[in-house]
């Protein structure tokens, strides 16, 4: 299925922010499975509820009991005296934190959103065990292109500034985690360095080789916000991809690659779709599906996801024909056969309950189902010579009301 476009798949996406793109095998076996078209639920218990976690451990903490020469120690204490004021809470629920340890060039050297920035990381998990180290990772601030704790607090960075952060799980990789290393619900500590930061480069100067690994590095973060079904994010992601690959550009490109732009345009919409129908965002979802089949007529997976916000909206006449038509391409499609068959069942189910409500608006049917018999037994008729009459004497008096008017 080439054209039917790719899936959000399992696992994350290599090392935090790296951006490391998977081998086209691998994109072609998950494009053979069933669980492209996802008619099973993804389980909600993934997006586990955070606020019971026990907050992360505030290290510079240690109050000393209260003694008679407290003077003496608050002049010569000096660290434990001020490690509190030290760490800031970036979101002020004492899940994200942030400490000094080098400081920097000063507040206006910080980092802006749309920046390429670079840095130094390192990674740990609470026992110590190091899972990351990258002497200079680059990404985009503000692009989600990175873990969430790291583009919270990069822009709070100024140049040159060594900081240690600490992070709950919410903000790096959740409840799923990370294979192998990075078990599920599993805070971290990142050790950052503000190497460089630079305007981002200009799209419309772009080459083509360019754009496309741009544009398949932002879907594949889009890819991984999904499996962590954060479709927020994930929706964040493919559209920055869109507008990378819509923006003007004044490089000429070669047939093949706009070619393979266009097959990456399609992936994002179709994953966009999905991610849209996730948050039960069916208008957005219609349009993302509509936009792959301007492009690809016979696209499978749009032409499922289009009938599926369809079923959704209720409106299942229009629905049925479309999986027919996404089935008539794929006869072997076990999942549209199941999709369909559930559709044809509930626009059976809504037709009767319509003859029902309507036999109920219109009264008794039998009634009208033998007029003959309700005519003869009417008890009274009225001959056609007296309405001939009465509509004769009713023309007659206009006639009159009228040359009476006119005289006067």
Not at 367 to 388: E, H, M, R, V, Y
Request: proline share 6%; hydrophobic share 35%; net charge negative.
């Amino acid at each position: 299925m080439a054209s039917s476009g790719e899936e959000p798949r399992s696992g994350s996406p290599g090392r935090a922010g790296t951006g490391t793109e998977p081998s086209p095998t691998a994109d072609a076996a998950q494009l053979d499975t069933a669980e492209d078209f996802e008619v099973l639920e993804e389980e909600e218990e993934e997006e586990e509820d955070l606020s019971e976690l026990p907050p992360l451990e505030d290290v510079s903490k240690r109050p000393a009991p209260p003694r008679e020469d407290a003077q003496p120690v608050e002049q010569g204490g000096g660290e434990a005296a001020e490690d509190p004021q030290e760490w800031l809470d970036v979101l002020g629920s004492g899940l994200l934190k942030k400490k000094t340890l080098v400081p920097g060039q000063g507040v206006d050297t910080r980092p802006r959103k749309g920046q390429d920035v670079t840095i130094r990381l390192k990674a740990t998990l609470e026992d110590g065990s190091v899972v990351e180290e990258n002497p200079a990772l680059t990404f985009t601030l503000g692009d989600c292109d990175v873990l969430q704790a790291l583009d919270l607090c990069v822009q709070l960075l100024e140049m040159g500034e060594t900081a240690l952060i600490t992070s709950d799980a919410k903000y790096c990789y959740g409840a799923q985690g990370r294979s192998p290393d990075i078990p599920p619900n599993a805070a971290l500590t990142l050790e950052v360095e503000l190497l460089a930061a630079r305007d981002a480069p200009d799209l419309e100067l772009l080459s083509g080789k360019e754009k496309i690994e741009l544009a398949n590095r932002k879907r594949e973060r889009g890819n991984f916000f999904y499996q962590q079904a954060d479709y927020v994010l994930a929706i964040n992601s493919y559209d920055i991809a869109l507008k990378v690959i819509g923006s003007s550009s004044k490089v000429d490109f070669s047939p093949d690659e706009e070619a393979e732009l266009l097959d990456v345009k399609v992936k994002c919409l179709n994953n966009l779709a999905a991610s849209q129908l996730k948050l039960d965002h069916y208008e957005a979802a219609l349009k993302s599906c509509n936009l792959v089949l301007e492009h690809q007529p016979g696209n499978i997976k749009a032409l499922f996801r289009k009938g599926k916000v369809l079923a959704q909206q209720g409106e299942y006449r229009e629905a049925i024909p479309i999986l027919k038509a996404a089935l008539k391409l794929e006869p072997s499609n076990k999942t549209i056969h199941a999709e369909l068959s559930k559709l044809v069942k509930k626009h059976a189910d809504q037709k009767n309950m319509e003859t029902e409500m309507y036999r109920k608006m219109l009264g008794n049917p039998s009634a009208a189902s033998t007029p003959g018999k309700c005519k003869d037994k009417l008890p009274w008729s009225i001959p056609w010579k007296w309405l001939f009459g009465a509509t004769a004497i009713a023309l007659g008096g206009v006639a009159l009301s009228v040359v009476i008017a006119a005289r006067n």
